[in-house]
């Protein structure tokens, strides 16, 4: 039987705080390691899957990256935290995907949670989380699986493009972080056509018949957005504030920068979470419409009909007397009638523009 997240989760439970437990959908990844150990003049990029061959740039005078791709590796992340002192309890929150975004300032690093967000080629959101621990002279990212959203931020770094290299680890934070915000940016792109596409789909004249399961996907989608950006605001809003020693001035002001981003893409969420919602009300008003147009046809229908179905049962009835039955004409008289008071009845329907 295949395990859910949250039965994994569930394997916490009892645990002693600080116990290093992975909690995610990815346990068969392979553990590798991406590492750019450079400074203004020099740069060093390598590709290792032995997490001791990371720790020869730990005292070093250059600044380091270590991009550690495989959470559920959680005896190789507990070594590199020794190696770097970090705390037990950051090792549990590292290798739990569930975590919310946050920031936490110790005395020798601080340490970010984020949430990547991508589509998948067949246009399915994806989560996954990114840790950061960023120290005096490195910077330290955790994540699940091969794939980001940082080779921007890796082609300035190969070919010294912009600040990243004449700064310290607290720009390259800056940078990374930076990375995962301008995606969102794009996702909400994304979001934006799927919205225009639905919404083309529910004023055209046959709409899809899953519309409206299409719209209460987008909902879900949004909100999951809406959960994994929202806390974002106060991470880089308090990381602003942090130390001098980590965060420098110079680098403040480009966190600043980011910060007006975060709010750039909060906002964007909640304009187009109001038009998913107004997207459902519009759905739910065009299928009232199309149901009252129905019924106003049967209405007529069977308003016509009530008069003809009288005059009917008027000379259906089984009386010898009624003086129009020995008539020689009185069968195409009646349907003339019939026709006249028809005609009639569609005339004054059109003059009242109920037809």
Known sequence: MKKTTSSKASRKTGLAPG?????????????FIDVFDYNKDYLDEKKLKNIEEVFSFENKDTITWINVNGLNHVKEIEKLGKDFELHPLILEDIANTQQRPKLE????????????????????????????????NYVLTFQEADGDVFDTVRDRLRNSKGRVRS????????????????????????????????????????????????IHGLKREILKIRRAVYPLREVVNHI?????????????????????????????????????????????????????EVMKVLTIMATIFIPLTFIAGVYGMNFEN?????????????????????????YYFKRKEWL
């Open 167 to 214: 700064n310290g680890a607290d720009y390259l934070l800056y940078a990374l972080m930076d990375a995962i915000v301008d995606n969102y940016f794009n996702l909400m792109e994304i979001m934006g056509e799927k919205i225009e596409e639905l919404e083309e789909n529910l004023f055209s004249e046959k709409p899809n018949k899953d519309l409206i399961h299409e």
């Open 322 to 346: 009624i003086p129009e039955l020995k008539f020689e004409y009185g069968y195409f008289v009646l349907w003339g009638v019939m026709v006249v008071v028809f005609l009639a009845m569609l």
């Open 105 to 136: 300032e110790h005395e020798e690093y601080i340490f970010v949670v984020l949430k990547m967000l991508y589509f998948d080629k067949d246009q399915n959101l994806k989560f996954e989380n990114i840790s950061f621990i960023q120290g005096s």
């Open 240 to 292: 602003d504030k942090v130390d001098p020693s980590l965060i420098t001035e110079k680098t403040q002001l480009y966190l600043r920068d980011l910060y007006d981003h975060v709010i750039q893409v909060s906002e964007s969420i909640d304009i187009q979470r109001e038009l998913i919602w107004s997207l459902m009300d519009m759905h739910m008003t065009t299928i009232s419409n199309r149901m009252n």
């Open 19 to 31: 116990t290093v437990v992975y909690v995610g959908k990815k346990a068969g990844k392979d553990l």
